[in-house]
């Protein structure tokens, strides 16, 4: 029989003043991510403690309710490129119809990224002398990575404000080195060493096609864990 987690924010009366409460995130895809959450609820104004439990997509808080509260540590996360479910009647239901959104939409842009890399893969295992080729490359690479790929540099710029640096981090700050290296390659070197030119396009279209096929499984593995994990508690 299957079991479906109850992500219903919990309230504790701590002690005095403070409240532990328990809020379903959206948009972590890694524990990288988690930690992220976790840092910026901690150092959010009247927070005493907090803590993120990536398996379930929850984050609890224990803070001071006379200095802040639910949409003050929404704010904070939210800053970082992240949210925090509040405010709603059912909120495990609200958090899985997100998810669900989420894994139609990398499921979307990854087939649409792996439509334009195949072009880019025969062109450099087959082709390789062929000079039209490089510039065919070039412009199938551009929308997965600006377009398909935007999220990896918004949600990288949303860590950088606060100091902080995930995967989307690693991806927005090699692929475009790949990418500008490919140009130069291509317009300095036209006719010599095709596959210095092919190499860092074909490096860069995979490594965007690797990094949301990463998330579409990773979504799919939350769906999942959203009926198969029995309830945890914090």
């Known amino acids: 029989m299957e079991t479906v987690i109850n992500l219903q924010p919990r309230q504790h009366k701590i002690k005095g003043k403070n409240q532990r409460q328990s809020f379903p995130v959206s948009g972590m895809t890694c524990a990288a991510c988690a930690v992220s959450v976790e840092s910026m609820l901690k150092s959010a104004k009247g927070v005493k403690d907090a803590g993120v439990n990536f398996a379930t997509q929850t984050a609890w808080a224990e803070f001071d309710e006379q200095v802040t509260g639910a949409a003050a540590l929404r704010n904070a996360v939210q800053s970082v490129g992240y949210d925090l479910i509040i405010d709603v009647e059912n909120p495990s239901e609200v958090q899985a119809e997100m998810q669900q959104k989420h894994y139609r939409d990398v499921k979307n842009r990854t087939i649409w990224s792996a439509i334009l890399t195949l072009p880019v893969f025969i062109i450099g295992m087959f082709f390789m002398e062929w000079i039209p080729g490089q510039w065919i490359s070039m412009v199938l690479t ?93």
Do not use: C, E
Request: glycine share 4%.
């Open 142 to 234: 551009v929308p997965v990575l600006f377009w398909f790929g935007r999220n990896f540099f918004v949600n990288a710029w949303k860590q950088a404000r606060h100091g902080k640096a995930n995967m989307d981090t690693l991806v927005a700050l090699s692929t475009p080195v790949l990418l500008l290296f490919s140009l130069y390659s291509t317009r300095s070197f036209p006719t010599f060493g095709t596959a210095v030119a092919y190499t860092p396009m074909y490096i860069t279209r995979q490594q965007w096609s690797s990094s949301l096929s990463y998330r579409w499984v990773n979504s799919w593995k939350k769906k999942r864990n959203q009926i198969l994990l029995p309830p945890l508690k914090n």
